[in-house]
T-cell receptor, first 114, second 114 residues
């Protein structure tokens, strides 16, 4: 049973518009959530994270929202740029923020059209 | 950020042979290294966690006798796929962190078993 779910395998957005990537989780023990960006044949690179004690974290064009009651988080990218085109993975950890064992979703492929 | 390298970046081998993949933390000492596997259109699945100088902890369903992990130093971990078969063909990614801070991922190794 998948503990971290990204139900949209792909998303296409026009340059300059907002990209919203969604992630759902089932394990209530998760207390730290991360988003990674991955290009083909490369390892994931860390993008942004959020602790379960917060409901929002912002870093430049990237904002992550956490709704604990719904066990849902989302990544907003505003404005979207063609260079944002990649696969985005949501990951969760129950390690108290220590980022130990990470459980990943299947990823969402974002395409930003010029 | 810290740099993690993997070698080789891709390898093709015959069925029944063994393949060794190296993961190195280049500019920091990694107390813990993680090995992930990613099949096409699937999420990164944690295979095992290794701490320097101790035996690796394998996730359920991962054969420890088939996937040998050695974490001999604070900057090097190796994954050996023994008696590889076509179903072992996958993208293997390592990550490393120091004292359970942020995980840094390597670029991955594409293994193809003929």
């Amino acid at each position: 049973d998948q503990q971290v779910k990204q139900n949209s395998p792909s998303l296409s957005v026009q340059e300059g518009r907002i990209s919203i990537l969604n992630c759902d989780y089932t394990n209530s023990m998760f207390d730290y959530f991360l988003w990674y960006k991955k290009y083909p044949a490369e390892g994931p690179t860390f993008l942004i994270s959020i602790s379960s004690i917060k409901d929002k974290n912002e870093d430049g064009r990237f904002t992550v929202f956490l709704n604990k009651s719904a066990k849902h988080l989302s990544l907003h990218i505003v404005p979207s740029q063609p260079g944002d085109s990649a696969v985005y993975f949501c990951a969760a950890s129950a390690s108290g923020g220590s980022q130990g064992n990470l459980i990943f979703g299947k990823g969402t492929k974002l395409s930003v059209k010029p | 950020g810290a740099v993690v390298s993997q070698h080789p970046s891709w390898v093709i081998c015959k069925s029944g042979t063994s393949v060794k993949i190296e993961c190195r933390s280049l500019d920091f000492q990694a107390t813990t290294m993680f090995w992930y596997r990613q099949f096409p259109k699937q999420s990164l699945m944690l295979m095992a966690t290794s701490n320097e100088g101790s035996k690796a902890t394998y996730e359920q369903g991962v054969e420890k006798d088939k996937f040998l992990i050695n974490h001999a130093s604070l900057t090097l971990s190796t994954l050996t796929v023994t008696s590889a078969h076509p179903e072992d063909s996958s993208f293997y990614i390592c990550s490393a962190n120091q004292d359970y801070n942020e995980q840094f991922f390597g670029p991955g190794t594409r293994l193809t078993v003929l």
